[in-house]
């Protein structure tokens, strides 16, 4: 055989085996793939549409911790970031359920970038071998209203004990002073105080509870502004008279709104009141009213100690006081403006506050006007 032509014939050998090696590997990797399962488990039947109506927030997890499926709430809640649950908690429960597959059920802390953390409750359970299920609800609006609840109770129980413990010691101190009626009588007024102070505390605490909801007004009927402010200002005509303090009424005239009349002739009534209360003997308390756009905005002006800047933002707080040494004389509940406050907003208004330390304050309630008011 010639050199050329055994030339020939090995390259024609090396080129059948490097196909044959070629083609085994081919159909090993295809035999290998057939073996092995998918990369991304599938959902079983129904569940990607279930979650697409679900209003809990739903996330599917694989067995590499990879989110599979996750509901626009989930989003929305934050629990997903890229393929990977933000929670490491979240993440912790949902590999303790694949290892023994029981279902979960715990109460979580979620930080935010921005604001306070949220409070979840998560329900974690095996949906198939590779797939864990976890629903999560946000408790946040819930834990804080518990919270309020809590803190208003302690509050009302705390608050009623003074006049209530002022009373029994009045009492006691009128039965040892039963031969002296000039003690008795003063002990009297001073149990006369204490119980005003007690029934106007408790019926606060009633309008407090029917409008903290804020929810809007059932049947709300046009209101007579000036009527009401002349109720306000004759309710409050004595206090008034005992501190030479002159109430002032002014501004535009005819007004109406749309609304509750007992709502708002008690939250006006509530900041002439605190004007009174908190003003020097022998100065003057200004209500005005004007219309605005379609809104009225009732102000009311006094020449008292005025509010710290740093207070502004809680003095629509629940007994909260910016000055407590002071509530005992002026028979403050810490109510009155936390009363102003949800009357505005059951209302589709608002109430604003100016303040200046040593100058005064001026509040400004702003209510719905009637479509008849607007009409004329």
Do not use: C
Not at 10 to 35: E, K
């Amino acid at each position: 055989m010639s050199p050329t032509t055994q030339a020939f014939v090995a390259a024609l050998i090396g080129a059948v085996v490097a196909g044959s090696a070629v083609l085994a590997w081919h159909v090993s990797q295809t035999q290998l793939a057939a073996a092995q399962p998918s990369e991304e488990p599938v959902l079983p039947a129904g569940v990607a549409t279930v979650l697409s109506v679900l209003r809990s927030s739903a996330v599917v997890v694989d067995d590499d911790d990879e989110v599979v499926k996750a509901s626009a709430p989930a989003h929305v809640l934050g629990l997903v970031r890229g393929q990977s649950l933000a929670s490491s908690e979240l993440a912790e429960l949902v590999r303790q359920v694949r290892r023994d597959g029981q279902i979960r059920e715990a109460d979580l802390v979620l930080p935010r970038p921005s604001g306070p953390p949220r409070t979840v409750t998560a329900r974690v359970a095996p949906l198939s071998s590779r797939l864990v299920l976890a629903l999560v609800e946000d408790r946040t609006t819930e834990r804080r209203v518990e919270a309020v609840r809590r803190d208003f109770v302690a509050n009302v129980s705390h608050e009623l004990k003074t006049p209530v413990g002022a009373i029994k010691l009045l009492a006691e101190a009128v039965s040892d002073a039963s031969d002296d009626p000039e003690a008795i009588e003063r002990f009297a007024r001073r149990m006369l105080t204490e119980s005003d102070r007690l029934a106007r505390m408790v019926q606060q605490i009633i309008e407090l509870s029917r409008l903290q909801g804020d929810e809007p007004v059932e049947a709300p009927h046009v209101v007579d502004v000036d009527d009401v402010i002349a109720r306000s200002v004759d309710f409050t005509v004595m206090d008034a008279q005992n501190k030479g303090i002159k109430v002032v009424t002014g501004g535009a005239a005819g007004l109406r709104i749309f609304g509750n009349e007992e709502q708002v002739s008690a939250a006006i009534t509530n900041l002439v009141a605190n004007a009174v209360a908190y003003s020097a003997s022998d100065s003057t308390v200004l209500v005005t009213t004007k219309a605005a756009d379609q809104m009225v905005e009732i102000s009311v002006v006094d020449q008292g100690i005025g509010i710290p800047s740093d207070e502004l933002e809680r003095i629509f707080e629940r007994f909260y006081r910016v000055d407590p040494a002071r509530h005992r004389s002026t028979g403050g509940t810490g109510l009155g403006l936390s009363i102003v406050k949800h009357v505005a907003a059951t209302h589709g208004g608002d109430v604003r506050v100016w303040s200046l330390e040593g100058q005064g304050s001026t509040f400004t309630l702003s209510l719905p006007r009637s479509r008849q008011e607007e009409n004329a």
